[in-house]
T-cell receptor, first 113, second 116 residues
Framework: DAEITQSPRHKITETGRQVTLACHQT?????MFWYRQDLGHGLRLIHY???????NKGEVSDGYSVSRSNTEDLPLTLESAASSQTSVYFC????????????FGPGTRLTVT | AQKVTQAQTEISVVEKEDVTLDCVYE???????LFWYKQPPSGELVFLIR??????QNEISGRYSWNFQKSTSSFNFTITASQVVDSAVYFC?????????????FGSGTRLLVRP
């Protein structure tokens, strides 16, 4: 069965370190998204990609970057982790762009100390 | 102003009660899409339904039903005869065209607790 996976599921890191969160999907979807979930805010879009070599900034992109070298993977990098980036991160993919339903990964809980 | 408002932060009901989760959205687009997602205690997000702005028919799926009313910009979700397994956070979301692409905007969620 097709799926979307994220790793690690939990990560503790120190302020200032570079962190990369992995996202891998086997749906063969062109569109992939990264969100962060914080209490009181729902999910907010960080970055998204509509295909290989395509990346775009979302609502809360400062301090984050993504790269898309193949269809299956969209890693999210925190260049210099800050305590404000402590959150739960979700990766998602969809067949169409934002008007189609998105399938979400299980999430990565990141703590920046 | 919030694009998607879920005014009910938390709702608690007793099993078998009916419960309605409210969702009010704001958009200037004529073409847009509305979604509901469920996030159970395990944390994953589960897609429940998608509606486009041209389809105002109410939808029923088992104990779940959705009432889409463009006149009031609402897309409410009703669970009939609630069960403990319905306990979760429910998110309403709007997808509208921003800068030539559709992006999903989530409400802040409603936590539903169904007590036995």
């Amino acid at each position: 069965d097709a799926e979307i996976t994220q790793s690690p599921r939990h990560k503790i890191t120190e302020t200032g370190r570079q962190v990369t969160l992995a996202c891998h999907q086997t749906w063969n979807h062109n569109n992939m998204f990264w969100y962060r979930q914080d209490l009181g805010h729902g999910l907010r879009l960080i970055h998204y990609s509509y295909g290989v070599q395509d990346t775009n900034k979302g609502e809360v992109s400062d301090g984050y970057s993504v790269s898309r070298s193949n269809t299956e993977d969209l890693p999210l990098t925190l260049e210099s982790a800050a305590s404000s980036q402590t959150s739960v991160y979700f990766c998602a993919s969809s067949e169409g762009s934002g008007q189609d339903e998105q399938y979400f990964g299980p999430g990565t809980r990141l703590t920046v100390t | 102003a919030q694009k998607v408002t879920q005014a009910q932060t938390e709702i608690s009901v007793v099993e078998k009660e009916d419960v309605t989760l409210d969702c009010v959205y704001e958009t200037r687009d004529t073409t847009y899409y509305l979604f509901w997602y469920k996030q159970p205690p395990s944390g994953e997000l589960v897609f429940l339904i998608r509606r486009n702005s041209f389809d105002e028919q109410n939808e029923i799926s088992g104990r779940y039903s959705w009432n889409f009313q463009k006149s009031t910009s609402s897309f409410n979700f009703t669970i009939t005869a609630s069960q403990v397994v319905d306990s979760a956070v429910y998110f309403c979301a709007l997808s509208e065209n921003v800068d030539s692409s559709y992006k999903l905007i989530f409400g802040s969620g409603t936590r539903l607790l169904v007590r036995p």
